[in-house]
């Protein structure tokens, strides 16, 4: 183990970065930048999120699972634009408690990711800050030219759907900060995907085929629904009572007194990192029997009509959630 104050940058990149480099384009990580060539006949698409302990992690959240939320955070807005991820540029501004136990579980976390999605680290750098830890990460992909999906093609008539399920990023989270009782199974579960949400990589190729607008769930199902209704100045109406929920969450959902509540809480949580689409109503069953395909469970939650903004229902009558989702300030 290098001591860190002498060799704590060098090391860093040298013997826990370096691993995780492109082959071709990386440049080993010894030059200023990394050089890809273009690829004929295709976009390449590029995204960048960054996380902050205390505001997208918890303090004690392992280091190998924070390298795979910011990860995934990236790869999930790729996802939802239909293109396929192929690399990244990483910066970390290390904190007090991210000595080189906490770095190689980093890396460790970004090699067991970069297998499974297919991706490698192009480049960086590498800081250390006073203050908590924070980390970003630019990720890039390719989409067929001028297939990349937008937030703006919703028409009058097209249907909403989402992947997989919502709220268990904000169950995930109030379960790691101890304030949710439910089985340890569950509690885990959620915890987990809290942590390291899974992106709807493999769904990509579908919302680039029938998508006509798409985003992914980072801020909350109502807030990125009103992103993409403003975007292509339609009107949405979205179904509560369609949320798509795991066990864990409907076991959670089943012990409240208020339903309603319970439910607009889920659906302006976010953190759910799932893809929230528009398609033509004529594909429900292409689409449905391609999400078979995927084994990703796929919901039909409202349409989009004439007007503006997002109209969220319940039991057939409109509500207004107190907010849409997660904002800065
Ligand atoms: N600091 C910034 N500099 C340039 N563009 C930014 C910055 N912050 C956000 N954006 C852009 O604003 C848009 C909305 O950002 P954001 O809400 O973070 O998107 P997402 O939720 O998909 O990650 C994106 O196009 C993003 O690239
Ligand atoms: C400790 C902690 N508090 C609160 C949250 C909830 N939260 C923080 S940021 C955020 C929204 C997503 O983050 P953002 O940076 O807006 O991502 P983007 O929309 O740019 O992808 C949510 C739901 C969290 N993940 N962790
Ligand atoms: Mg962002
Ligand atoms: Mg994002
Ligand atoms: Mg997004």
């Avoid at 890809?36 to 960054?50: E, H, I, M, N, Q």
């Avoid at 990483?90 to 080189?100: D, F, H, P, Q, V």
């Avoid at 970069?114 to 192009?122: H, I, K």
Wanted: net charge negative.
């Amino acid at each position: 183990m290098p001591a860190l104050d002498v060799a704590g940058e060098f090391e860093t990149i040298e013997t826990l970065l370096r691993p995780l480099a492109h082959p071709e384009w990386g440049r080993g990580l010894v030059d200023d930048v990394a050089v890809l060539p273009s690829r004929p006949g295709y976009d390449l698409v590029l995204t960048k999120d960054a996380i902050v302990e205390g505001v997208h992690f918890l303090p004690d959240d392992p280091l190998d699972t924070v390298a795979r939320k910011l990860l995934r955070v990236n790869l999930s807005d790729l996802a939802a634009k239909g293109a396929e991820a192929f690399g990244y540029l990483l910066a970390c501004a290390w904190s007090e408690r991210c000595g080189w136990p906490e770095r190689e579980a980093f890396a460790a976390g970004l090699a067991q990711d970069q297998a499974r999605f297919g991706v490698f680290l192009m480049g960086g750098d590498t800081v250390k800050t006073p203050g908590p830890a924070a980390f970003s990460l630019t990720a890039l992909g390719w989409v067929p030219a001028g297939g990349a999906v937008s937030r703006a093609g919703a028409e009058a008539g097209d249907l909403v759907f989402v992947t997989g399920t919502i709220g268990d990023g904000l169950l995930g989270l109030q379960a790691a900060r101890g304030q949710l009782t439910l089985d340890p199974e569950r509690l885990a579960f959620l915890i987990d995907h809290y942590r390291q949400p899974t992106p709807q990589q493999d769904f990509a190729e579908v919302i680039a085929a029938h998508a006509t607008a798409a985003a992914d769930v980072s801020d909350g199902l109502v807030a990125d629904l009103t992103h993409i209704a403003n975007a292509s100045g339609v009107a949405i109406d979205l179904k509560l009572d369609s949320l798509p929920l795991s066990a864990a969450a409907r076991a959670w959902f089943e012990a409240r007194v208020d339903p309603q509540a319970a439910l607009e809480d889920l659906a302006t949580g976010g953190d759910d990192y799932q893809i929230v689409f528009t398609a033509p109503a004529r594909l429900v069953e292409t689409l449905r029997r391609e999400a078979d395909r995927r084994r990703v469970r796929l919901t039909l939650l409202g349409e989009v009509r004439v007007g503006a903004g997002v109209t969220v229902s319940y039991g057939g009558r409109p509500l207004t959630p107190g907010r849409a989702g997660w904002t800065h300030g």
